[in-house]
């Protein structure tokens, strides 16, 4: 059974900093490509970044390049994303999710599973 837990959520300033991490289970994890997304309210969940199986491949949607970073430890099955100079619109539930595939995707219907979220909420 694969599972997916999601931390490092919570109440920051505008301008602050936060790491989220996401521990997996259940699947070998070292072939399965990552990705964060997150849903605000009365949003479409969104693409915030993926990496590939290896760590060597990464992609960020444009609204958080340069300021959150993806990355991954296979050793210890987590999958981190650090968030810089958060902003209050970056207040949503974030979720990780996994694909059975080592290639990166930015559609979230090509992943396989997914963690139960945690909130990050921004204020100003």
């Known amino acids: 059974q694969v599972q997916l837990v999601e931390s490092g959520g919570g109440l920051v300033q505008a301008g602050g900093s936060r790491t989220l991490s996401c521990v997996a289970s259940?699947?070998?994890?070292?072939?399965?490509?990552m990705g964060w997304f997150r849903q605000a309210p009365e949003k479409e969940r969104e693409l915030v970044a993926c990496i590939s199986a290896s760590g060597g491949s990464t992609y960020y949607a444009d609204s958080t390049k340069g300021r959150f970073t993806v990355s991954r430890d296979n050793a210890k099955n987590t999958v981190y994303l650090q968030m810089n100079s958060l902003k209050p619109e970056d207040t949503a539930v974030y979720y990780c999710?996994?694909?059975?595939?080592?290639?990166?995707?930015?559609?979230?219907?090509?992943?396989?599973?997914w963690g139960p979220g945690t909130q990050v909420t921004v204020s100003s």
């Open positions: 259940g699947l070998t994890f070292s072939s399965a490509a």
């Open positions: 999710a996994a694909r059975r595939n080592i290639a990166v995707s930015t559609a979230p219907q090509q992943y396989d599973y």
